[in-house]
T-cell receptor
């Protein structure tokens, strides 16, 4: 069964600190792995998109990595800001389909 | 580019009434639109996929007679929750895809918070 698991479920860090969120998936083969940020009460916004052949992608303070051998991805946030407080969702698209398999999400709270 | 809007952003209705939610792609033609439901502290769950001009495809366990989807144009899809009940209270999110130019990328709307009293 195609699954996408994320850890931790929730995380609290101080402003300015770095953090890393994890995503493990069983989807195989897959075409794309995406990380989204979802603010409370809003729709998801794309942060990074990686194909199965890429192993890193950056977007400002966000850096995603992908290890297709171990089926793991991580999202590293550098120098966190209060506005980073949100849910971060890992999404995997199986090859040959347009569907998204959503991860369970990590709720990040950045404190001043 | 690739902006998707939803209307209304939040709605409160009485049990037994019907509620219509609109999803619009503002700057591209959406050949496919998706409707998701999200309960508190949970991830998005796909309800149905609609292609312009054809009937929607519903996910297992989603009642097609309760959640009516219309995708009559390339920029508009509507979700009507018929005879709403308190258990239908949720956050409804649509997304849109423009296959010819956008590939598999889905662009999400801001969501609609439905509260059924």
């Amino acid at each position: 069964k195609n699954q996408v698991e994320q850890s931790p479920q929730s995380l609290i860090i101080l402003e300015g600190k770095n953090c890393t969120l994890q995503c493990n998936y069983t989807v195989s083969p897959f075409s794309n792995l995406r990380w989204y940020k979802q603010d409370t009460g809003r729709g998801p916004v794309s942060l990074t998109i990686m194909t199965f052949s890429e192993n890193t992608k950056s977007n400002g303070r966000y850096t995603a990595t992908l290890d297709a051998d171990t089926k793991q991805s991580s999202l590293h946030i550098t120098a966190s800001q209060l506005s980073d407080s949100a849910s971060y969702i890992c999404v995997v698209s199986p090859s040959g389909t347009y569907k998204y398999i959503f991860g369970t999400g990590t709720r990040l709270k950045v404190l001043a | 580019g690739a902006v998707v809007s939803q209307h209304p952003s939040r709605v409160i209705c009485k049990s037994g009434t019907s509620v219509k939610i609109e999803c619009r792609s503002l700057d591209f033609q959406a050949t496919t639109m998706f409707w998701y439901r999200q309960f508190p502290k949970q991830s998005l769950m796909l309800m149905a996929t609609s292609n312009e001009g054809s009937k929607a495809t519903y996910e297992q366990g989603v009642e097609k007679d309760k959640f009516l989807i219309n995708h009559a144009s390339l920029t508009l899809s509507t979700l009507t929750v018929t005879s709403a009940h308190p258990e239908d209270s949720s956050f409804y999110i649509c997304s849109a895809r423009d296959l010819p130019t956008g590939g598999s990328e889905q662009f999400f709307g801001p969501g609609t918070r439905l509260t059924v009293l």
